[in-house]
């Protein structure tokens, strides 16, 4: 069993993210809230990747991860692990496949590209994730291209990053798939919803309609070393929702 670690996904506050003095200023809330890890999604840019890790250290935040997608290894791949390395992160999550693989439906290749793109990162002591939506549990001759990125990927080289709403929209038993994944997920992305109107409203975690007892349990028993709270859509109260995230998560046991 595992101690998870709260971590923040700071795609969640983007809006308050654009330029240095922004970074700064969230960056300092984010470590009031009582965050100590974070995940990047880019940053602004008049911030160089030196001083993000400068600005996060000053407030106590580790840089874990980042989301980048694959085309940018394929753009500059030695200059993309040097921005990893500037950062301390030791972990990358692709968030998205590349559009191609939508469009043709192709996960057997992303797969194979997926396992590749690991394995030259695995040498640089990187370990890659991918990032799911609910887009991947449509089924190409049968089968979910959910499952076939993991089954023709070798886990030493391509890890999940599983996101437990996109999971359950997709149709997934969100616990089964957490425990499936054990010792292949070194984090997981924490993100709740509730039905408005009957649509999907995301919201803080532990105020939507997630069974978080269960998956957080199930968390802990994976191994996975972070849960990394994510709300694409915060209504308006970036810093209101992930101070609710964080509470809930603290009053539960998470660190």
Same mark, same amino acid.
């Given at each position: 069993m595992s101690e998870l670690i709260i971590a923040l996904q700071m795609y969640t506050i983007r809006e308050h993210l654009k330029t240095k003095a922004d970074f700064i200023a969230s960056v300092k809330k984010v470590a009031e809230i009582g965050y100590t890890a974070i995940e990047l999604a880019g940053l602004p840019a008049d911030l160089s990747d030196a001083e993000a890790k400068a600005i996060c250290d000053e407030q106590g935040l580790k840089i874990i991860s980042a989301h980048i997608v694959m085309d940018a290894f394929d753009a500059d791949f030695e200059g993309t692990v040097n921005r990893l390395k500037t950062w301390g992160a030791d972990l990358v999550a692709m968030p998205v496949p590349p559009a191609w693989v939508r469009e043709s439906g192709d996960y057997l290749k992303f797969a194979q590209l997926s396992d590749a793109l690991g394995a030259r990162l695995a040498v640089n002591g990187i370990t890659l994730s991918y990032h799911n939506h609910s887009f991947e549990f449509q089924k190409y001759d049968g089968k979910l291209g959910f499952e076939t990125i993991y089954d023709y990927s070798n886990p030493n080289n391509l890890k999940a990053q599983l996101d437990v709403c996109w999971l359950q929209r997709g149709g997934g038993a969100v616990v089964s798939y957490i425990n499936k994944f054990a010792g292949r997920m070194p984090t997981i992305h924490f993100? +709740?919803?509730?039905?408005? !109107?009957?649509?999907?409203?995301? #919201?803080?975690?532990?105020?939507?309609?997630?069974?978080w007892n269960n998956i957080i349990a199930a968390s802990k028993q994976s191994g996975a070393h972070y849960a990394i709270?994510?709300? +694409?859509?915060?209504?308006? !109260?970036?810093?209101?929702?992930? #101070?609710s995230s964080y509470n809930f998560l603290k009053s539960k046991g998470l660190h």
């Open positions: 993100k +709740d919803f509730s039905i408005v !109107d009957n649509d999907l409203s995301l #919201a803080p975690v532990g105020e939507g309609n997630l069974d709270v994510e709300q +694409d859509d915060t209504h308006g !109260d970036a810093f209101g929702a992930i #101070a």
